[in-house]
């Protein structure tokens, strides 16, 4: 899996980041993305942290992507067969990208959510 998020890990990002930080709070990095309404909470823990505040960014962009999709998916899901199929396999994407997005958080990686990861920079 690393092969594959090395191709969107950000490495001067990542070459800003204290091993010291990494190693205290990946733990957390990693649950925040599963729950990633709570993107603020490595804010909370560790603001200085270049690593807490990179991973706060991702978060509430995928926070704000998962409310899109969600309010896109309602209007697509009122479809009778179609609904259901898109919704499906967007649900198996969006677990798939949290799945890769903790995983890098966890490992100490930068690693941007494909094409909107540099939108939100507010962090």
Do not use: W
Not at 39 to 45: Q, R, S, Y
Not at 46 to 64: E, K, P, V
Not at 81 to 91: D, S, T
């Amino acid at each position: 899996m690393k092969e594959i998020l090395s191709n969107f890990n950000d490495q001067s990002a990542q070459n800003g980041f204290n091993q010291a930080d990494v190693q205290k709070n990946r733990i957390l990095i990693a649950v925040c993305y599963v729950f990633s309404f709570l993107f603020f909470v490595p804010l909370l823990i560790d603001g200085s942290s270049s690593y807490c505040r990179f991973h706060a960014n991702q978060q509430l962009t995928l926070f704000i992507c998962e409310i899109i999709l969600g309010i896109v998916l309602g209007i697509i899901g009122l479809i009778p067969v179609l609904g259901a199929i898109i919704g499906v396999l967007v649900g198996i994407c969006m677990l798939a990208l949290v799945i890769a997005l903790a995983y890098g958080g966890y490992n100490g990686m930068a690693v941007r959510i494909p094409f909107v990861g540099n939108l939100i920079n507010i962090f």
